[in-house]
């Protein structure tokens, strides 16, 4: 199966819609004003998409669909929003939120929301999609997202009797392309999350709709740079331990495709320290590395114990290590692609996340209209610190860089 | 045997450990934050060895490394660089680097590194 960047485009277009059209149903059934803030093309891990899930205590309402395409949405959302939507939809239900009354009115909304999902995908194929009845999932910690993203030979989880079986999900053992929408209200932060999980053959019947031919590039080049993104954090994360002493894992690890202008809404409104690196090579682009006030402090206390006093002294070991981060995270890419890529001298930033990248989005936007942003995180088993990395590079830069990797796509 | 050590790092932090590090066993006599800094202090001190980092501004570590060495053809430079692409350590070789050690390092990596090109014993 190939990809092009138009097939990603028409998919982050026709999922944006989709979830404009679930905010729209949301706030008709529940008067909450809601908004789509994301929309993110994926290309993650299934462990990555799992443990998304485990570590939320999100609940969520499942359904499948068939026709002229299949596979799964999710709508989730944390608990105690469960408990404000169910208030709002069956007034007096929330003094029992597991009871069949509340769960019953939640699996109603998914059924809308996510109905209006779907609608905009058969509109654009010209061909009809049909779904299955809402399930109520609860997770948590003990369970698995089996039943979303599919494992080999494990049908569908609990009391998905009428749920397709989802193995078909994924686009080989390790990855899944899934379609991520992050909706939120006026009045309070926490979110609605929309998944969309599309079988291999239903990506390829979209492609073929909405595709270019001449600018594809095999799926497995997309996995295979995954992979690559998988492992310069994994040395990131040995060189941060090397450095500080503490023992570090990658938390998460994405590639995602997103518009330029929703990249700095996929941050956080929350201060961080880091740094800013640009990068230039087969591709350029632009890395952030970043860390909140109390990790910045803890990975200084670590580098330079005893030295709390000498604040000039703590941002250049800050600088520093934000540079070695960096080459860690870069250094596989290039020799991978046989290039060099020239990473700059770093510069300190601190200030809210959002506005930390906004200025390099609008460098990029000078020349591109969809970004593909590489996230990953690294934090301590025990929560010292966390260190988020965002990497943007040149679109058509990073495209050229595709085709190194898989020259029979040309 | 102690050496005379140059230090070239933009950074102060790498700056300050690369002279813990080094403290015991060696003699830091001066430090750069850039190329040039480099170049100007190498001709004044004649240090045994220069620990070079490659991305700093003004002029990186490859192009101080070769000045250097167009200076003084015995020079012993050891890039200390959080780069490990293969082909940055081609351009460090090709400019006259004698040694390469990649950031994060201890203590070991950076002395043995200086026993390498300049040899355990006067």
């Known amino acids: 199966m190939n990809l092009d960047v138009q097939s990603l485009r028409t998919f982050s277009r026709l999922a944006h819609s989709g979830a404009e059209e679930a905010a729209g149903s949301l706030s008709t059934l529940t008067g909450f004003d809601a908004r789509v803030a994301v929309t993110k093309v994926e290309m993650a891990t299934r462990a990555d998409v799992e443990r998304e899930f485990r570590e939320r205590d999100l609940v969520s309402v499942h359904i499948g669909f068939s026709g002229a395409i299949e596979g799964h949405t999710v709508l989730a959302f944390d608990r105690e929003r469960a408990v404000s939507l169910v208030d709002a939809l069956v007034p007096g239900a929330s003094d029992d939120p597991d009871s069949d009354l509340a769960t019953s009115g939640l699996k109603e909304l998914g059924n809308i929301m996510l109905g209006g999902f779907i609608d905009g995908w058969a509109d654009f194929l010209g061909d009809s999609i049909d779904i299955t009845t809402p399930t109520y999932v609860e997770l948590d910690a003990g369970r698995s997202l089996q039943d979303v993203i599919g494992a080999e030979g494990v049908p569908g989880g609990a009391a998905d009797t009428d749920v397709p079986d989802p193995s078909g999900t994924t686009i080989d053992s390790d990855h899944v392309l899934a379609f991520r929408n992050h909706l939120e209200t006026v009045d309070e932060e926490a979110g609605f999350y929309i998944y969309m999980l599309p079988t291999q053959e239903s990506v390829e019947t979209i492609v073929d709709v909405a595709g270019n031919a001449e600018d594809a590039i095999p799926v497995e080049t997309f996995t295979s740079f995954s992979q690559m993104i998988s492992e310069g954090a994994g040395q990131a994360s040995e060189d941060l331990t090397a450095m500080t002493g503490i023992d570090t894992n990658v938390d998460v690890s994405r590639l995602s495709f997103v518009p330029v202008e929703g990249v700095p809404m996929e941050l956080t409104d929350d201060a961080r320290r880091g740094v800013v690196l640009e990068f230039s090579g087969t591709p350029s682009g632009y890395i952030a590395i970043l860390f909140d006030p109390e990790s910045a402090e803890s990975v200084a206390d670590a580098l330079m114990p005893g030295m709390e006093s000498d604040p000039a002294m703590r941002k250049s070991a800050l600088q520093e290590i934000g540079n070695i981060v960096t080459s860690g995270f870069l250094d596989g890419w290039a020799n991978a692609l046989e290039t060099t890529i020239e990473i700059s001298p770093p510069r300190y930033v601190d200030d809210i996340a959002s506005a930390i990248v906004d200025p390099l989005v609008t460098e990029l936007a000078r020349t591109q209209d969809y970004a593909f942003l590489i996230d990953s995180a690294i934090a301590t088993p025990d929560e010292t610190f966390t260190c988020d990395i965002y990497a943007l590079p040149d679109e058509r830069e990073l495209r050229a860089a595709f085709d190194q990797l898989a020259p029979e796509a040309n | ?122």
């Open chain 2, 1 to 122: 045997m102690a050496r005379s050590v140059l230090v070239v790092d933009d950074s102060a932090f790498m700056r300050n450990l690369l002279k813990q590090l080094l403290e015991d066993d060696h003699e830091v006599v001066g430090e750069a934050e850039n190329g040039v800094e480099a170049v100007e202090l190498y001709r004044e001190l004649d240090p045994d060895v220069v620990t070079m980092d490659v991305v700093m501004p003004i002029r990186n570590g490859i192009e101080a490394t070769s000045e250097i060495k167009s200076i003084d053809p015995d020079s012993s430079v050891i890039m200390c660089t959080s780069v490990g692409q293969e082909e940055k350590m081609r351009e460090a070789v090709e400019a006259g680097a004698d040694g390469y050690i990649t950031k994060p390092f201890q203590k070991p990596n950076v002395l043995e590194a200086i026993d390498d090109v300049v040899g355990v014993e006067a």
